[in-house]
T-cell receptor, first 116, second 115 residues
Framework: AQSVAQPEDQVNVAEGNPLTVKCTYS??????LFWYVQYPNRGLQFLLK??????LVKGSYGFEAEFNKSQTSFHLKKPSALVSDSALYFC??????????????FGQGTTLQVKP | DTAVSQTPKYLVTQMGNDKSIKCEQN?????MYWYKQDSKKFLKIMFS???????INETVPNRFSPKSPDKAHLNLHINSLELGDSAVYFC??????????????FGEGSRLTVL
């Protein structure tokens, strides 16, 4: 069964410092991986995805993520955090074997707090 | 223009009542979803429709009944509301023709509170 885990409930960083939000996954085949961000009282916004190709994926708002097949990880990164990046971040996985359904499995979310 | 719009945004009702949430997308997508986000922010898929046809029906009580009159609309009707139904319900859409690699576009959510 496919699953995704975000081991940290909360990540705290100072503004201007690099940030990492961790994600590990478990699927039977090659995964499709996604990151979403949720601001308070808002819907989820797509940040980036990995389907195939280059392991380093660049996305919106200066975020990027690195796919690591051997470690089954897809960590979200940003070189310099902004206070406005403070939000709830979700990693999600889609098993290609079930791609005809479009079903995404979400991690439990990580709250990112960036302090001035 | 809002890509995925849900109404109402807030819904407060008594136990035992029946309520509906409506969703419309103007992205031309062929697949729509309902997700439930609980008080711990955990997201779980409930239903998915592709071109008006039900393709995902997770273990959701049959008090929940989705209806898709056309591929741009997916409504959620809930009968006999219970306290545990209190949550934020998100509608989403995606384009299936990308072989399932397309990202989901989410609405702003409908916060349901059952008293």
């Amino acid at each position: 069964a496919q699953s995704v885990a975000q081991p940290e409930d909360q990540v705290n960083v100072a503004e201007g410092n690099p940030l990492t939000v961790k994600c590990t996954y478990s699927v039977s085949g090659n995964p499709y991986l996604f990151w979403y961000v949720q601001y308070p009282n808002r819907g989820l916004q797509f940040l980036l995805k990995y389907i195939t190709g280059d392991n380093l994926v660049k996305g919106s708002y200066g975020f990027e993520a690195e796919f690591n097949k051997s470690q089954t990880s897809f960590h979200l990164k940003k070189p310099s955090a902004l206070v406005s990046d403070s939000a709830l971040y979700f990693c999600a996985v889609r098993d290609p074997a079930s791609s005809n359904t479009g079903k995404l499995i979400f991690g439990q979310g990580t709250t990112l707090q960036v302090k001035p | 223009d809002t890509a995925v719009s849900q109404t109402p945004k807030y819904l407060v009702t008594q136990m035992g009542n029946d309520k509906s949430i409506k969703c419309e997308q103007n992205l031309g997508h062929d697949t729509m979803y309902w997700y439930k986000q609980d008080s711990k922010k955990f997201l779980k898929i409930m239903f998915s429709y592709n071109n008006k046809e039900l393709i995902i029906n997770e273990t959701v009580p049959n008090r929940f009944s989705p209806k898709s009159p056309d591929k741009a609309h997916l409504n959620l009707h809930i009968n006999s509301l219970e306290l545990g139904d209190s949550a934020v319900y998100f509608c989403a859409s995606s384009q299936h023709g990308t072989g399932g690699t397309g990202e989901l576009f989410f609405g702003e959510g409908s916060r349901l509170t059952v008293l």
